[in-house]
Nanobody, 121 residues
Framework: QVQLVESGGDLVQPGGSLRLSCVAS????????MGWYRQVSGKQRELVAD???????NYPDSVKGRFTISRDNAKNTVYLQMNSLKPEDTAVYYC???????????????WGQGTQVTVPA
C-alpha cells in the first residue's frame, strides 16, 4: 500500500504565496513522475504542474512563471511553490505520484486527499 499526504493549503490574499507539500509513504520500489492537479467544484480536474523522476517540469500557461514544482527524492516529497496567487487559483489541490510497486514492468498512479487553497477576490 502507498499513501500520499498533502499539506500547506490555506487562505491567502491575492498576490501572496503558499508552498504545498506532498509526502509519499508505504511499500514501493521507486516513484517516477509526480505532480499537482487542482479542481474547482463542478469543473474538471486540471494539471497545475508535474515533474519527472529526472526533474523535467511541465506547467500550463495559467501558472507558468508563478508556480514552481520541485521534488526531494530522498524524502519522497514533491513541493509546489505558488507565488503571485490570484482568486482564480482557488481550488482543491491534489498531488499524484506514479509508483513502481513490486517491479518495473508497470506503474500505479495514486492520488492524495487534496488540500484547499483559497484566494479571495
Amino acid at each position: 500500500q502507498v499513501q500520499l499526504v498533502e499539506s500547506g493549503g490555506d487562505l491567502v490574499q491575492p498576490g501572496g504565496s503558499l508552498r504545498l507539500s506532498c509526502v509519499a509513504s508505504g511499500s514501493f520500489l521507486s516513484i517516477s513522475a509526480m505532480g499537482w492537479y487542482r479542481q474547482v467544484s463542478g469543473k474538471q480536474r486540471e494539471l497545475v504542474a508535474d515533474i519527472t523522476g529526472r526533474g523535467s517540469t511541465n506547467y500550463p500557461d495559467s501558472v507558468k512563471g508563478r508556480f514552481t514544482i520541485s521534488r526531494d527524492n530522498a524524502k519522497n516529497t514533491v513541493y509546489l511553490q505558488m507565488n503571485s496567487l490570484k482568486p482564480e487559483d482557488t481550488a482543491v489541490y491534489y498531488c499524484y505520484a506514479n509508483f513502481y510497486l513490486r517491479d518495473f514492468s508497470s506503474r500505479y498512479t495514486h492520488w492524495g486527499q487534496g488540500t484547499q487553497v483559497t484566494v479571495p477576490a
